[in-house]
């Protein structure tokens, strides 16, 4: 690997020289910690830097780095998921308690309008016998 690297260096071709170096997952993952990515696909730099974030499928196996970054992922979408979960729980609970205090709400209402209803008839009753 590194006999072809020097080849293509001495054939003016750079970025295929560490193109070929970046294709052994130590070097891969000690370009990228030093903020000088691999190649990708022909862009270099914060491009080659997307392309490989995009694209996590075609890095070096065995690549520490981008091991531990799907683990970190993994992990928030865990977080996430549970996040989601409790507020589900708490929706639930609130729309429960909604329930619950319209409930109440119709059953004071609807107390009120039949203590009207018999103040009512027992007034239009006294009204008839007074007559």
Not at 57 to 65: D, Y
Request: proline share 2%; glycine share 6%.
């Amino acid at each position: 690997m590194i006999k072809l690297a020097r080849s293509l260096y001495g054939m003016n071709m750079r970025v295929a020289a560490v193109s070929t170096l970046c294709a052994d997952y130590r070097i891969f993952d000690a370009m990228w910690m030093s903020a000088t990515y691999c190649p990708f696909m022909g862009a270099i730099g914060e491009d080659a830097k997307k392309g490989w974030e995009e694209n996590k499928h075609l890095v070096p196996a065995g690549s520490k780095v981008f091991l531990s970054i799907e683990q970190v992922e993994k992990q928030q979408e865990e977080f996430a998921q549970e996040i989601l979960k409790l507020e589900e729980e708490e929706q639930k609970k609130i729309e429960q308690e909604k329930k619950a205090l319209l409930s109440e709400l119709n059953q004071g209402v609807h107390k009120e309008r039949n203590d009207q209803i018999k103040t009512f008839t027992l007034g239009g009753f006294a009204l008839l016998l007074l007559l």
